[in-house]
């Protein structure tokens, strides 16, 4: 049996605003031993999220195996939203999220259209150069730092 240990110091708490990230993991079906890891790491507090859901390894099979959080909808799926095309295959998977008890977070969302969208159909996170480009530590530190909201 695997020791898992929190990578957490006695002082820290983890939080909607400090979310440990973690490797990715390379999942295969019926691999228990990644699933008590899950869930040990999900014990801790920790949120456990698929990654570029949609594509590559991210089968839906894996949404009833693994004890999932978040679901991170692909950026291939946010790109080609425009004006001119709405996206039946994210308010899907949006709604299969929400029915999972999933949050959902969209990957890669670049333009005002796609952030209204992604909002108007209850994405709860978004992600991507409209939003943020990426900051080094001593800035993201900064930026936990700043009060935003009275």
Do not use: W
Request: contains cysteine; hydrophobic residues 40%; charged residues 25%.
């Amino acid at each position: 049996m695997m020791q898992l240990e929190t990578p957490l110091s006695d002082k820290e708490t983890v939080s909607s605003r400090n979310k440990p990230a973690f490797g990715s993991f390379q999942t295969h079906q019926g691999n228990r031993s990644l699933v008590d890891i899950l869930t040990s790491l999900r014990d801790m507090g920790i949120s456990i999220a698929m990654n570029d859901f949609g594509t590559g390894y991210s089968s839906l099979s894996y949404l009833n195996n693994f004890p999932f959080d978040i679901l991170k909808i692909d950026r291939s799926f946010i790109k080609v939203l425009n004006e001119n095309s709405d996206s039946p295959i994210i308010t899907a998977i949006i709604a299969m999220a929400e029915k999972l008890g999933l949050r959902v977070v969209a990957e890669g969302v670049e333009t005002d259209f796609q952030k209204n969208y992604l909002i108007e159909s209850a994405c709860h996170e978004l992600q991507g150069y409209l939003i943020s480009k990426p900051i080094d530590k001593t800035e993201f530190e900064r930026l936990l730092s700043v009060k935003v909201i009275d």
